[in-house]
């Protein structure tokens, strides 16, 4: 087996052991860091879902660098550090999202395709079937191609 296809393997196991069996240790609404940054990211009154969840891309984007780590993060973690990767972007915006009103979201995996053709495992949220990937600007993020795979289904009560 190659260094990739263990990585690969390495990323779903985690995925199974980690998210599945403790989800709520990744999505934190309630935790008063995540509110205040939901607060701050909302755009006016009157927005639609898509213009809520771009406004948290948007906040996500511009606070958080994109470094990888070996280690999950907690989105307050995330928020405390300004750094994190695909997985950690991820969980901080679907923390932020019932903060900002949008009840479903989605977190999704699977295989982002760049505009070389590069391949590679990822973590994004979508509202609505509209992509949000803090990994990257707005703009980058229409270049790309999203192939979901999984997807966990977020709903806030």
């Known amino acids: 087996m190659s260094f990739k296809e263990?990585?690969?393997?390495?990323?779903?196991i985690e995925w199974e052991d980690k998210f599945e069996d403790d989800s709520n240790s990744y999505i934190t609404p309630q935790h008063p860091e995540v509110g205040e940054a939901a607060s701050v990211?909302?755009?006016?009154?009157?927005?639609?879902?898509?213009?809520?969840?771009?406004?948290?891309?948007r906040y996500v984007y511009e606070n958080v660098?994109?470094?990888?780590?070996?280690e999950w993060k907690?989105?307050?973690q995330t928020?405390?550090?300004?750094?994190?990767?695909?997985?950690?972007?991820?969980?901080l915006i679907a923390s932020m999202l019932p903060n900002m009103g949008i009840d479903r979201s989605s977190i999704v995996i699977g295989n982002l395709v760049f505009p070389n053709g590069k391949e590679e495992l990822h973590t994004?949220?979508?509202?609505?079937?509209?992509?949000?990937?803090?990994?990257?600007?707005?703009e980058s993020?229409?270049?790309?191609?999203?192939?979901?795979e999984t997807t966990y289904k977020i709903v806030s009560r």
């Open 65 to 70: 660098d994109y470094v990888l780590s070996e």
């Open 74 to 76: 907690t989105p307050a």
């Open 141 to 148: 993020s229409e270049l790309s191609e999203y192939n979901p």
């Open 79 to 91: 928020l405390r550090e300004g750094t994190g990767d695909c997985e950690d972007v991820t969980f």
């Open 6 to 12: 263990l990585a690969e393997d390495r990323f779903w």
């Open 124 to 138: 994004w949220n979508e509202v609505n079937g509209t992509v949000i990937d803090a990994t990257g600007s707005q």
């Open 41 to 57: 990211a909302m755009p006016v009154a009157g927005s639609t879902d898509e213009q809520v969840a771009r406004a948290a891309w």
